[in-house]
């Protein structure tokens, strides 16, 4: 089972970003899939998520108001644009899935993604 993440980079501040994470082995239709980043030095901070039906998100207030989290379960695929972008977003983006639930700390998250770079000039 693997979460493949993409779409990071070089990105201006003020710009977008966006993000999406491919899942393989086994269907993850039914399971909250969601986003975290991880500035190196500091604790993982959850950034979105996204229910079983895609009914339902949820975001973090730093970024709430200018992202967007989709899912696409006939490709199990999940994705994040992020508008507006700060330095402050420049961060390892990771994403996870869990079964049942997901909760802003992580716990809940069975599977991890290996990660994506998204770094902001300003």
């Known amino acids: 089972v693997q979460l493949q993440a993409s779409g990071g980079g070089l990105l201006q501040a003020g710009g977008s970003l966006r993000l999406s994470c491919a899942a393989s082995?086994?269907?993850?239709?039914?399971?909250?899939l969601g986003w975290f980043r991880q500035v190196p030095g500091k604790e993982r901070e959850f950034v979105a998520r996204?229910?079983?039906?895609?009914?339902?998100?949820y975001f973090a207030d730093s970024v709430k108001g200018r992202s967007f989290i989709a899912r696409d379960n006939a490709e199990n695929t999940v994705y994040l644009q992020m508008n507006s972008l700060k330095p402050d977003d420049a961060a390892v983006y990771y994403c996870?899935?869990?079964?049942?639930?997901?909760?802003?700390?992580?716990?809940?998250?069975?599977?991890w993604g290996q990660g994506t770079l998204v770094t902001v000039s300003s």
């Open positions: 996870a899935g869990g079964r049942f639930w997901m909760s802003n700390s992580g716990a809940g998250v069975e599977y």
């Open positions: 082995g086994r269907t993850f239709s039914g399971y909250v």
């Open positions: 996204i229910s079983g039906s895609g009914g339902r998100t």
